[in-house]
Protein backbone atom coordinates (compact mmCIF):
# COMPACT_ATOMS: atom_id res chain seq x y z
CA UNK A 1 0.00 0.00 0.00
CA UNK A 2 3.46 2.51 0.53
CA UNK A 3 3.75 2.12 -2.95
CA UNK A 4 0.53 3.86 -4.12
CA UNK A 5 0.82 6.47 -1.34
CA UNK A 6 3.61 7.68 -2.37
CA UNK A 7 2.66 7.77 -6.01
CA UNK A 8 -0.45 10.06 -4.14
CA UNK A 9 1.84 12.48 -2.76
CA UNK A 10 3.78 12.44 -6.02
CA UNK A 11 0.87 13.26 -8.06
CA UNK A 12 -0.60 15.95 -5.57
CA UNK A 13 3.16 17.88 -5.94
CA UNK A 14 3.19 17.91 -9.34
CA UNK A 15 -0.45 19.12 -9.75
CA UNK A 16 0.24 21.61 -7.25
CA UNK A 17 2.93 22.82 -9.14
CA UNK A 18 0.96 23.00 -12.26
CA UNK A 19 -1.28 24.51 -10.45
CA UNK A 20 0.86 27.59 -9.19
CA UNK A 21 2.76 27.51 -12.62
CA UNK A 22 -0.59 28.82 -14.13
CA UNK A 23 -1.54 30.91 -11.66
CA UNK A 24 1.93 32.59 -12.37
CA UNK A 25 1.00 32.76 -15.86
CA UNK A 26 -1.87 34.29 -15.46
CA UNK A 27 -1.00 36.85 -12.77
CA UNK A 28 2.05 37.71 -15.44
CA UNK A 29 -0.64 38.17 -18.30
CA UNK A 30 -2.25 40.28 -16.03
CA UNK A 31 0.31 42.72 -14.90
CA UNK A 32 1.23 43.24 -18.87
CA UNK A 33 -2.08 44.25 -19.75
CA UNK A 34 -2.01 46.76 -17.08
CA UNK A 35 1.46 47.80 -18.49
CA UNK A 36 0.34 47.84 -21.72
CA UNK A 37 -2.90 49.77 -20.69
CA UNK A 38 -0.45 52.87 -19.26
CA UNK A 39 1.42 52.81 -22.15
CA UNK A 40 -1.57 53.17 -24.73
CA UNK A 41 -3.13 55.65 -22.19
CA UNK A 42 0.41 58.26 -22.08
CA UNK A 43 0.48 57.88 -25.65
CA UNK A 44 -2.65 59.21 -26.62
CA UNK A 45 -1.71 62.17 -23.99
CA UNK A 46 1.00 62.42 -26.36
CA UNK A 47 -0.21 62.38 -29.40
CA UNK A 48 -3.44 64.38 -28.95
CA UNK A 49 -1.51 67.72 -30.47
CA UNK A 50 -0.79 66.37 -33.73
CA UNK A 51 -2.75 64.35 -36.57
CA UNK A 52 -6.09 64.13 -37.89
CA UNK A 53 -7.01 60.57 -38.99
CA UNK A 54 -10.13 59.23 -37.26
CA UNK A 55 -11.63 55.73 -37.25
CA UNK A 56 -15.43 55.01 -38.78
CA UNK A 57 -16.92 51.50 -37.36
CA UNK A 58 -20.08 51.25 -39.49
CA UNK A 59 -22.27 48.41 -39.90
CA UNK A 60 -24.87 47.55 -42.63
CA UNK A 61 -28.05 49.59 -43.22
CA UNK A 62 -31.55 48.51 -44.29
CA UNK A 63 -32.22 52.09 -46.30
CA UNK A 64 -30.10 54.53 -45.82
CA UNK A 65 -26.35 54.82 -44.95
CA UNK A 66 -23.42 57.14 -45.49
CA UNK A 67 -21.55 54.54 -47.02
CA UNK A 68 -21.91 51.43 -50.08
CA UNK A 69 -19.95 48.57 -50.55
CA UNK A 70 -20.94 45.68 -53.41
CA UNK A 71 -24.74 47.02 -53.15
CA UNK A 72 -25.16 47.08 -49.62
CA UNK A 73 -25.38 49.96 -47.38
CA UNK A 74 -24.06 50.83 -44.47
CA UNK A 75 -24.47 53.57 -41.56
CA UNK A 76 -22.01 54.99 -39.07
CA UNK A 77 -22.09 53.55 -35.28
CA UNK A 78 -18.95 55.18 -33.83
CA UNK A 79 -16.09 57.47 -34.90
CA UNK A 80 -13.06 58.27 -33.03
CA UNK A 81 -9.65 59.90 -33.41
CA UNK A 82 -6.57 57.47 -34.06
CA UNK A 83 -3.23 57.37 -34.87
CA UNK A 84 -1.43 54.69 -37.08
CA UNK A 85 1.05 52.45 -35.35
CA UNK A 86 1.70 50.10 -37.88
CA UNK A 87 1.02 50.23 -41.34
CA UNK A 88 -0.07 46.60 -41.94
CA UNK A 89 -2.44 44.70 -44.75
CA UNK A 90 -3.15 40.79 -45.33
CA UNK A 91 -6.36 38.27 -45.43
CA UNK A 92 -8.76 38.55 -42.55
CA UNK A 93 -10.13 35.73 -40.61
CA UNK A 94 -13.88 34.71 -40.22
CA UNK A 95 -16.02 33.86 -37.39
CA UNK A 96 -15.13 30.07 -38.44
CA UNK A 97 -11.00 30.72 -38.83
CA UNK A 98 -11.30 30.79 -42.62
CA UNK A 99 -9.52 33.21 -44.52
CA UNK A 100 -11.34 35.91 -46.42
CA UNK A 101 -10.17 36.14 -50.05
CA UNK A 102 -10.03 40.24 -50.36
CA UNK A 103 -6.59 41.19 -49.38
CA UNK A 104 -7.40 43.97 -47.00
CA UNK A 105 -4.86 46.61 -45.36
CA UNK A 106 -5.20 46.20 -41.76
CA UNK A 107 -3.54 48.61 -39.45
CA UNK A 108 -2.68 48.88 -35.82
CA UNK A 109 -4.59 51.86 -34.60
CA UNK A 110 -4.42 53.54 -31.34
CA UNK A 111 -7.65 55.22 -30.47
CA UNK A 112 -8.22 58.45 -28.93
CA UNK A 113 -10.30 56.13 -25.93
CA UNK A 114 -6.99 54.27 -24.98
CA UNK A 115 -7.56 51.29 -26.46
CA UNK A 116 -5.57 50.27 -29.50
CA UNK A 117 -6.26 46.91 -31.92
CA UNK A 118 -5.55 45.76 -35.70
CA UNK A 119 -8.62 47.32 -37.84
CA UNK A 120 -9.69 45.08 -40.86
CA UNK A 121 -10.78 47.97 -43.38
CA UNK A 122 -13.43 48.19 -46.42
CA UNK A 123 -11.95 48.05 -49.36
CA UNK A 124 -14.66 49.19 -51.56
CA UNK A 125 -16.32 51.57 -48.94
CA UNK A 126 -17.02 54.93 -50.50
CA UNK A 127 -17.05 57.71 -50.07
CA UNK A 128 -13.74 57.28 -48.04
CA UNK A 129 -12.05 60.64 -46.98
CA UNK A 130 -8.51 61.32 -46.34
CA UNK A 131 -7.19 60.19 -43.05
CA UNK A 132 -10.68 58.73 -42.51
CA UNK A 133 -10.06 54.52 -41.64
CA UNK A 134 -13.71 52.86 -42.05
CA UNK A 135 -14.52 49.26 -41.21
CA UNK A 136 -17.48 47.20 -40.56
CA UNK A 137 -15.53 44.34 -38.59
CA UNK A 138 -14.73 43.53 -34.94
CA UNK A 139 -10.71 44.66 -34.68
CA UNK A 140 -8.34 42.31 -33.58
CA UNK A 141 -7.34 42.67 -30.03
CA UNK A 142 -3.79 43.78 -29.24
CA UNK A 143 -1.17 40.68 -28.75
CA UNK A 144 2.31 39.80 -29.72
CA UNK A 145 1.12 37.86 -32.78
CA UNK A 146 -0.66 41.29 -33.63
CA UNK A 147 3.15 43.07 -34.43
CA UNK A 148 4.00 39.71 -36.69
CA UNK A 149 7.27 39.91 -34.30
CA UNK A 150 8.75 36.15 -33.91
CA UNK A 151 11.13 37.82 -31.43
CA UNK A 152 11.10 36.11 -27.61
CA UNK A 153 10.00 39.95 -26.15
CA UNK A 154 7.35 40.62 -23.73
CA UNK A 155 4.43 42.51 -25.23
CA UNK A 156 4.57 45.56 -23.41
CA UNK A 157 8.17 45.87 -24.82
CA UNK A 158 6.72 45.48 -28.43
CA UNK A 159 3.53 47.90 -27.70
CA UNK A 160 6.03 50.75 -26.15
CA UNK A 161 8.90 50.49 -29.51
CA UNK A 162 5.95 50.88 -31.72
CA UNK A 163 4.42 53.85 -29.94
CA UNK A 164 7.87 55.13 -29.23
CA UNK A 165 7.87 55.72 -33.12
CA UNK A 166 4.81 56.39 -33.69
CA UNK A 167 5.08 59.46 -31.55
CA UNK A 168 8.22 60.98 -33.11
CA UNK A 169 6.92 60.17 -36.78
CA UNK A 170 3.75 62.16 -35.93
CA UNK A 171 5.63 65.19 -33.87
CA UNK A 172 7.99 65.28 -37.03
CA UNK A 173 5.35 65.27 -39.48
CA UNK A 174 2.52 67.10 -37.43
Not at 62 to 90: D, H, P
Not at 159 to 164: D, H, N, P, T
Request: charged share 35%; proline share 4%; net charge negative.
Amino acid sequence: MGGLDDEIRAARARADTWARSDQQKAERERSEADEVQQLLVEAVERLRPYGSEVLVQVKPALFRGEYAANGQRYRRITQQRCWKLVRMSGRRQDEDGNREDDWMESPVLLLEDGTAGRFWLDNDMTPQREGEYVSSHAPDPLMKQTFLDTANTALPALVKRYLGEAVVRYERTG
